[in-house]
């Protein structure tokens, strides 16, 4: 893609875009979607889907000519701290971040789940929802993220009763959020 038709989807794209392309039935379905998955073990997951990038990390890539994928994979770390996916209890929360003008996803792990399952694991599954994307089904890509997180979840961290997931606790909000 050429700087100026990047730079145009980004300044153009906004989180009203991000709602139409899922629609609200899809919203609904991704937040069902978590809940589910959530009461099968005892992890937390986050996901963003955000439309554009703020122009501060454009600035990275058409400045210093940084690759945009590190640019979408250090916005990703910075949601991943901005909505406190590092701070559950068991150090379990996991961000899924998509990207839609750069048609990116990113999978971020907290400690206590990314050092008890392969980089490789996670390169698949984001092998897998990309091409997903790529055929222009993004609630169903974000389904097999949801699904891919979910079962390392309840390997690592199946549900145990009496933990967060008994109690209701819900540490991370399950609703899709839109930026």
């Known amino acids: 893609m050429n700087a100026l038709t990047r730079l145009l989807r980004h300044l153009w794209l906004d989180a009203g875009d991000a709602s139409r392309t899922l629609g609200g039935d899809g919203i609904v379905r991704l937040e069902q979607r978590v809940t589910a998955s959530e009461r099968r073990h005892e992890g937390e997951m986050c996901l963003c889907i955000e439309a554009s990038l703020p122009l501060r990390y454009l600035w990275r890539h058409f400045r210093y000519r940084q690759p945009i994928a590190e640019v979408v994979h250090e916005r990703a770390l910075s949601m991943f701290g901005k909505q406190r996916v590092w701070d559950t209890e068991l150090n379990n929360g996991v961000l899924i971040y998509v990207q839609l003008a750069e048609h990116r996803v990113e999978i971020v792990a907290d400690r206590g789940l990314a050092r008890r399952v392969a980089d490789a694991h996670w390169h698949d599954t984001l092998e897998r929802v990309a091409e997903t994307f790529r ?10 993220a949801i699904d891919a997180v979910g079962s390392a979840l309840e390997v690592h961290f199946p549900h145990a009763g009496g933990g967060a997931a008994e109690a209701g606790a819900d540490e991370l909000g399950n609703r899709p959020l839109l930026r």
Do not use: F
């Open 135 to 144: 055929a222009g089904r993004l609630e169903d890509g974000l389904n097999q």
